[in-house]
Structures are given as C-alpha cells and as structure tokens.
C-alpha cells in the first residue's frame, strides 16, 4: 500500500533545496538547510528528530505561512514564488488544514465559533459553519464543549479542539505539529484514528511527532537533523551525509533509537 | 463573500461589546462633533426656513441688494459672524436706487441704511438700538403695518420717526406714543406712528422691527455726518415670474454704474433666507468649530484604539492569516470595527444633538427642522471619520507576518 502511494500518485509537494534562514550577519542561522523532497498525494508522513531540528519551521513554509525562503517550492506543480499573497490565502483557506504545536484557538472567541473560523473565509453563512463545526466537534467527543472559552478547557480539550478546527474545511493536505503531544493514550488514539480515517480517504498528511508509536499510523517516516533530511523511508537512496556539519548543530544520540522504532514499524 | 461580509460586522459588534467601556469612551469624541454638526445645521434650517416662509408671505417677489461680492459658502454663512456693516463704506449710492426703480416690472425700491445708536425719551434711553434711515417705499416692500398713526411722509418734516412697538415700551412704557419726542444724538425727533408688533426678530432685513426706530433717509445721513451708506436695497417686482429678469436687468444697470466693478450681491429666494441673526452667528461659530476639534479628537481617539486593539490580538491575526485569511480580509475585519465605531458614536450623535437643538431653539423664535440631508451628513461624517482613522491600524494589522504574530505570546 505504502509502495502504491510512492509510485502511482502525483506529487503534491516538491521541495528542492529548500533553505530557510534566521538571523543577520554573525547571528545568521540556517532552520532549514538544503532540503530536497516529495511528497505525493495521499502520503501519510511522519517526521520525527530533536527539538530545534527545524520541523515546525518546515511546516510553516509547507503551509505558505512562510514565504521568505531559499530554494523551490512547488505545490500541485505550481511554483509558490509565483502565487499572489491572495492566491496563497485562498490555498490555505480550502486546501491546507494546520494543527498549530500551541493550540492557538482565539481566546475571545468559544470552542464552536473557533472552529468554523476556517469556514468564515470560504465564505459560508454561519448557520452552515456552526453546523458544520458542531457536526465535527462530535466526532471529537467535544459536543457539550460547544460553547465553552478557550480558558474553560483542558489542555486535552483544547488540543482536540485546535484539530477539529483543522480539519472541519476538510483540506486535501493536513499539516499537524505534535497534534497528540498533550493527549493521554485514549485520546490520542481517537486523533490517530481520525487522522488515518482521512489517510485512507486519499487526503495527504504531514504530521510532526515526538511519540515513535505513533509512526505506526504512517505511510512514511523521515527523520530530520540540523535543518536536513536524516533519514526517510520513502526515499530509495538511505540516509544523508550528516558528517562536516556547523559547530552549532546538536548532537543527538535518541536518533538510533527511533531508526530501530522504525524499522518495527 | 457577502456572508464575509457579514461575518466580519457580527465580529466587531461580538469584539466592541467585550470592550463596552473602552467603546462607549472612544466613540464619545465623534459623538459630539457629530451632535455639534446636527445642532447647527437643523438650527440653521430652521431659522433659515423662517425667513424664507417670510419671504414667501410677502409675495416671493422680493430681491435684495447688499454692498460687497457673494460670499459663496453656505458654510461661511453659517461660520461667519455678523458683518461689520456699520463699519465698512458702503458701495451702494443713491444712484444705484435710481437706476433699479428704473428697471422694468419693478414695482418698488427701498433703501436701507442702518445705524446703531441710543435713543433717549425724557426718563429713559435704549442703548444699541437699530435705526433705520430709508424711505415710505420700505412700509410696501417689506409688508411693514401700522398699528397707530402713519409711516414715512416726505410732505411732513424731515425729523419724524415710526417706532416698533417693543421700542415704544421701552422708552415710554407704552405702545401709545404718538406726538411723543426722542433724541438721537442730539436731534430730535417726533413720533408719528407704531409698528404693528411682528415677532421676526429673524427676518432678511438683519433687524427686529419691533425694537427698531425708522427715520427719513436725509435725516439719517445728517446723523452719519452727512456720509449716506446703504447696507441694502429691498427690491419688489410686480410679480414672482418677473423677478428673475428683473435681477439680470438691476444687476447690468448696477454694473454700468459701478464701471464693470461687482461689488455688490443680489440676493433673492432661498439666499436671503440666510441667517442673520447675531446669537444665532456666535452660536453657529462656536459650534462649528467644537465639532471640527472633536472629531479630530474623536478620529485620532479610534485610531488609538484600534491600534490598541491591533496589538492585543496579535495572535488572533497570525491564527487568522493561517486559517485562509487573506490581507483584505483582515483589513476588511478591523476596518468595520472602527467604522463601527464611528457610526455608533454618529447616531448617539445626531440624537443628542437634535436634544440640544430643542433645549436652545427655547430660547430662540424658531424650531430645529428635520431633513434627511442632515442624518445623512451625520452618518456620512461619521463613515468618513471611521476610514479615515481606521486605516492605517487596519493596513498594519493586515501586513503582520503570520509566523511572528503566532509566536507571540499573549
Ligand atoms: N523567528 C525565528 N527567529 C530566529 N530563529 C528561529 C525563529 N524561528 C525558529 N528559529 C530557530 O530555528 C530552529 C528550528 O526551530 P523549529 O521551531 O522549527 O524547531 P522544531 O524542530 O519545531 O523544534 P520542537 O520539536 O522543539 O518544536 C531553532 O533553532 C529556532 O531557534
Ligand atoms: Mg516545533
């Protein structure tokens, strides 16, 4: 299944040498340093590597929030160098569903109300966005959560809060950033299973993750290091060249252990 | 994208009324210059609408002509204080008068000429008083009644007068005056009749004839050292259709005597219907600048909120932007809210002005007047103030770079 996702569909995203810089002079700083990738639709993607390896970075860029980048990005064959600003909104508006690594729902407004947020900018009447919202809050066991503030939640709660909103436009490409990263085993379960439910629907998903179970749930998993692709198991040739690295780079020793978390998988 | 639409005016009336304090005071600065604007434009109507309805009792066939060019703006009109007439030199000679009876279907002509001075009686004296120098003519072209006695009369003797009753009250204690004698600077003169009382103390001949004293026009300019100075011609024609023609006739012949020079106005209909009234000037002037210092206030006061408001929802732009808001949208969302704003602080406006109108107009001969010119001044204003203000903090919540706004902590 894995191999029919790699080879029959259409690439989504290509990335080619991508780079993402931080900082001016002495301070400057690569986030994402030379990355080359493609991702095709219906790929479920986990990608795992220490913290401060790059991968929020990678998903905001991923998710044309970041548009000061080196490199290519090409999504759906079009170059994203060459959208308007309007025409990238209107990409994150109906295609993009993005899980935030903090929750960001909007404190003034409640649990209902931030979830058709995404609705509000295709247009719909609120009749049918807080239908809609309602419907998927459901689903996330958030029913009688509805009208509750942001303050009013738990952690849990809001994270599943922040997902459902991600996905009630229903986007043909899922960004998450450690959806499950505040979540007890049940409830993460209920997140992956949701997510796998749009995986085997044909939707594409990025999903950053710190939990090696959770690859489980993956078509691919690719490990990052240093602002570069470590290793990746959809790509035929193996791993990067790690050696001559900046002084600055962090020396991670968990990497072998979720290489071999991987291969389980 | 209607519904955007209307999302985005659900969401800033959801977002002014979690801030109602902080909403209520910004709107309060547009709020009075607006009030302030409906005062003295429902004011200015109505006292204009007085004169004018007086204008249209006399027949509507009456022109008017002053010394000195149009001034053109209404709104000078209203911000103006009184003319200095008595002060200027008149360019209206008595040659003028004679060229305008010479026109054809005018029926009429009488020369102003208005002194300022005190009347005294035996016991008493009246400072400040209008006094009139013109000639029997006026009693006809500006429909003036007699309640005792007789007007103007060039068979009598030069040094007679015709009294307005609140005058006559004034000086003597009573209406009956007849035969009785005042002095003004010096000279006196001998009643021989009393105006019927009128009650126009805003009329377009800029005074109140009930406190008014009227003297032959020679006489007069033997009070102003000899120097006869017209501050108006009343002009009657012998009908409404005519009155038009007549004005392109008096105003060549006006012209030629003047060599081409036009510095004079003819003033007739709606036009003469501008207020003349001194309280009304002063309370149009002070007024007139209250609401421009306010709404400025006002503007920059939403302006600052706004801002404020920018920066405190930071975060909210950034999930926003992430979420498929476009720029626009986000210009759009703060961009209401200060309209919002705005047009609240217009409508409580134009309700408290309307109240001040009524609490002065007691004090006045006349009623504010409703038109919808003036609501839609007030809302426009109002529309006007919230853009303006509220652009530039819409444009800067607009161009935040969603990264940095998510990574703000809030
Ligand atoms: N706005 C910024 N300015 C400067 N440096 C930044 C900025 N954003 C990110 N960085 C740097 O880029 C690197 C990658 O950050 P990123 O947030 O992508 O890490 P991450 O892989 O998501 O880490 P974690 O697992 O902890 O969430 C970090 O070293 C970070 O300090
Ligand atoms: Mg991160």
Redesign the interface.
């Known amino acids: 299944m894995k191999a029919m996702a790699n080879n029959k569909t259409e690439p989504v995203i290509v990335l080619s040498d991508l780079r993402k810089r931080f900082g001016i002079g002495d301070a400057e700083h690569y986030a994402i340093d030379g990355i080359d990738l493609t991702i095709r639709k219906g790929e479920f993607i986990a990608i795992m590597g220490p913290s401060g390896c790059g991968k929020t970075t990678l998903l905001?860029i991923l998710?044309l929030?970041?548009s000061k980048i080196e490199g290519e990005y090409e999504l759906e064959t079009r170059p994203v160098a060459s959208l308007s600003?309007?025409r990238q909104?209107?990409i994150?508006?109906?295609q993009?569903g993005?899980i935030?690594q903090s929750f960001?729902?909007?404190?003034?407004l409640n649990v209902i109300e931030n979830v058709a947020?995404?609705l509000?900018?295709?247009?719909?009447?609120?009749l049918n966005r807080e239908k809609q919202a309602s419907a998927i809050l459901h689903t996330f066991h958030l029913g009688e959560r509805e009208y509750y503030m942001p303050y009013q939640l738990s952690g849990g709660q809001t994270q599943r809060v922040a997902i459902a909103?991600a996905l009630v436009?229903n986007p043909s490409i899922i960004l998450a950033d450690e959806p499950t990263g505040n979540l007890d085993s049940a409830s993460s379960h209920i997140i992956m299973e949701e997510l796998s439910d749009l995986h085997k629907r044909g939707n594409t998903i990025i999903m950053v993750t710190h939990n090696p179970r959770l690859t489980t749930y993956a078509s691919r998993v690719i490990t990052m290091l240093d602002g570069k692709i470590d290793t990746d198991t959809g790509s035929p040739k193996r791993k990067n060249d790690t050696t001559a690295k900046k002084p600055l780079g962090k020396v991670s020793k968990k990497r072998r252990k979720t290489k071999t978390k991987q291969e389980v998988a | 994208?209607?519904?955007?639409f209307?999302?985005h005016i659900?969401n800033a009336r959801?977002?002014l009324r979690?801030n109602r304090m902080r909403s209520n005071l910004t709107m309060l600065g547009v709020m009075i210059g607006v009030a302030s604007i409906t005062t003295i434009l429902s004011l200015s109507g109505g006292a204009s609408k007085i004169v004018s309805n007086q204008v249209d009792a006399l027949g509507g066939n009456i022109a008017v002509v002053r010394p000195g060019s149009a001034s053109d703006t209404a709104f000078q009109n209203l911000a103006q204080l009184p003319t200095p007439q008595l002060f200027a030199a008149s360019t209206l000679t008595i040659k003028d008068v004679n060229a305008i009876k010479k026109v054809n279907y005018v029926s009429g002509v009488a020369p102003m000429m208005i002194l300022s001075g005190a009347v005294k009686a035996e016991t008493s004296t009246s400072v400040n008083t209008s006094i009139i120098a013109t000639t029997p003519t006026l009693a006809d072209v500006s429909g003036l009644k007699i309640q005792n006695g007789q007007f103007l009369d060039p068979d009598l003797s030069p040094y007679i007068a015709v009294i307005g009753p609140q005058l006559s009250v004034n000086v003597f204690g009573t209406e009956e005056s007849i035969g009785k004698t005042l002095t003004i600077k010096g000279q006196a003169f001998t009643v021989i009749g009393v105006l019927k009382r009128q009650n126009t103390p805003i009329n377009y001949n800029g005074v109140d004839f009930d406190e008014s004293i009227i003297i032959n026009q020679d006489a007069g300019q033997a009070l102003n050292q000899g120097s006869l100075q017209i501050q108006q011609i009343n002009v009657k024609t012998d009908s409404v259709n005519n009155l038009a023609g007549a004005i392109v006739d008096i105003n060549k012949a006006i012209l030629k005597n003047h060599l081409g020079e036009a510095d004079f106005t003819i003033l007739s209909g709606e036009q003469i219907a501008q207020p003349t009234n001194r309280l009304f000037a002063a309370i149009a002037g002070t007024t007139t600048a209250v609401a421009a210092i306010s709404l400025l206030v006002g503007g920059i006061g939403i302006m600052n909120i706004m801002l404020v408001s920018v920066a405190e929802r930071t975060?909210?732009i950034?999930?926003?932007?992430?979420?498929?808001?476009?720029?626009?949208?986000i210009v759009a969302q703060f961009l209401i809210e200060s309209v919002a704003l705005s047009i609240g602080g217009g409508v409580g406006g134009y309700i408290i002005g309307y109240l001040i109108a009524f609490a002065i107009s007691s004090f006045l001969p006349f009623f504010p007047i409703f038109t919808w010119e003036i609501g839609g001044i007030a809302i426009g204003v109002s529309l006007v103030i919230g853009t303006l203000f509220g652009l530039y903090p819409a444009i800067r919540a607009a161009r935040k770079d969603?990264?940095d706004a998510?990574r703000q902590y809030?």
Request: proline fraction near 3%.
């Open positions: 905001n998710g929030l970041d600003f309007r909104a209107r994150r508006s109906q993009i993005f935030f960001n729902l909007v404190t003034r947020l995404p509000v900018y295709k247009g719909m009447t609120r909103r436009n | 994208m209607r519904f955007l209307i999302n659900q959801q977002s979690s975060r909210e950034g999930i926003r932007k992430a979420l498929g808001a476009s720029n626009r949208d969603p990264i998510l809030d």
